[in-house]
């Protein structure tokens, strides 16, 4: 059975000691009394919660899967679910993060994404059921009528209701402007939608007793392509004027996808056989509204590997300390036994440093965006807000793709230190690498994370928020570039920062005489991106450590960071030289294929 401790330690280290989130939440009216303190208590607690309620059921729930009642339409979680659940709601963890006005406790988004990183590294299925609520309650927060938010917004905070996003239809993918899910305006205002929607996950389950649906769907007389999609709010039960359960509506399950990993979630075939709604924001101008609920989503994926990749470095790390096999090459380490312990051969090493130092980074990267996150939403200067905004803009693609890719690598590495035990169920490991695969292709694949990165995010405004993350950079290299002891961090960092403005260039001019340079790149430019934007954080991370050290604290944590830090960048950070290579090498050697490709 795997095992699952708590990072609190890390995460009070990137939050108190590099971030410095304490002064930054006094910047913020609605958060200024928030402490350390009060972090550091709210998830010690969201720990024990994790790893005494939630993680036990992992290996139960993924061997059991969810049943469906094909007669009712109802769904049936795995045995302790829906109990966890329940537990979920007594301890208030549902309503962290969200608005007071409609019962939330109003902590800051940063506490929850560490609250939530721990629950993906407990039980990622699980998690995706109250997850997908929080994407749900913010659309309705940004988008909502007054009676939408009046009638559902308590609800969601408290959990008494779940939220889905209902986007897929099984003709179309990232492709929404071909969805053909259709809205009937009604003589009362509301609208009967009819269609069919595929991989919605918890889109039916017996947690609670509504679930509120998000759908996209089509007017009558609605433009082709995405400026013809509108945002409709269709509860599995109506709900009266006084906020109590009404009558069933049409919305149902008509199937449950038969998956590689995350068993314990409901991924569900929605049926809409006239199921009545109620628009959210304008007509046509449902990506718009539906873009807060997938955003909220993108970052919430990178944290699902994030949390894969933790407890499954965990787990490898303790049994290489205590599985023997051959002696060391260097020369016998374990003399009382009859093979050294596996811990001591390089490349066992190599794979465990690889996904500890992807979860440290992956951390300080999601910490950093939840922080713009309350940044954009609750500073009282409006160019902080924008600049958060832009900056959290830039990054989601990075938090989305690269931990997700880097979280399948990690998990992959770390089932391989088990060898053939971990090719084993009982020792977890193959289902953390079967979880995690699905998080490098819902709320858009890795692929068009990069385009959007590249395309939009950097070509689209000429890098001009590139620069700004660029200036990060310049300003840490210039205050650490003449300390001999940060050269190992700051020189390497300071190459591809110079690097990247070219590179960026580069790619620009070709894309805008054939496109298809752009989309030859983008995979690789994202990767690049993604270790700069790791080898900033690696860089703070080190310098708090020696700034440490230097001062005479001697907690071995500091020169395990110190570590972690030189291993990335000496053989992780070096994979930029051959991405750059193979980006640069253009679009010929994959579009002139078509005989190979016959």
Known sequence: MPVYNPPLRDMQFVMHEVLNVEAELKALPSHAETDADTINAVLEEGGKFAAEIVFPLNISGDAEGCQLDK?????????GFKEA????????WAALSCDPEY???????????????MMNSANQAWTMYPGLS??????????????????????LTSGEWTGTMCLTEPHCGTDLGMLRTKAEPQADGSYKITGQKIFISA?????????????????????KGSKGISLFLVPKFKVNADGSVGERNAIYCGGLEHKMGIHGNATCQMILDGAVGTMVGEPNKGLAAMFVMMNAARLGVGNQSLGL???????ALAYAKDRIQMRSLSGTKAKDKDADPIIVHPDVRKMLLTAKAYAEGGRALAIYCALLLDKELNH?????????????????????????????????????????????????????????RINMIYEG??????????????????????????????????????????????????????????????????????????????????????????GYFFARMAQVALRQIAAGNTDPFYVAKLQTARFYFAKLFPETATLMRTARAGSKALMDTDAALA
């Open 309 to 315: 990749t933790e407890v499954a470095y965990q787990n």
């Open 380 to 436: 009282p200067d409006e160019k902080v807000r924008k600049d958060s905004g832009e900056m959290l803009a830039l990054l989601t693609p990075i938090i989305k793709a690269f931990l997700t890719d880097n979280g399948f690598e990690a998990t992959v590495m770390c089932q391989q230190v088990f060898g053939g035990h971990g090719y084993i169920k009982e020792w977890g490991m193959e289902q953390f690498v079967r979880d995690a």
């Open 203 to 223: 889109g039916e389950h017996d947690f609670t007793e509504n679930i509120v649906h998000l759908v996209l769907a089509r007017l009558p007389d609605a433009p």
């Open 103 to 117: 019962g939330g406790q109003g902590l800051p988004f940063v506490v929850n994404q560490c609250f939530y990183e």
């Open 445 to 534: 694949t890795n692929t068009v994370q990069s385009l959007d990165l590249l395309g939009r995010k950097v070509l689209g405004n000429q890098g001009a928020t590139l620069k700004k993350f660029g200036k990060l950079v310049g300003a840490l290299v210039e205050e650490e570039g003449v300390n001999e002891k940060m050269a190992e961090f700051i020189n390497p960092l300071a190459v591809l920062g110079d690097q990247i403005t070219k590179f960026t260039m580069e790619i620009g001019f070709k894309g805008m005489r054939n496109a298809d340079e752009v989309g030859a790149a983008a995979v690789d430019y994202l990767r690049v991106a993604g270790h700069l934007v790791f």
């Open 71 to 79: 007669a009712t339409h109802e769904v049936k979680t795995p045995t």
């Open 85 to 92: 659940y329940a537990k979920y709601l007594e301890g208030g």
């Open 134 to 155: 929080h994407g749900a309650y913010e659309c309705l927060h940004a988008h909502g009528t007054p009676e939408q938010k009046a009638l559902y917004l308590p609800k």
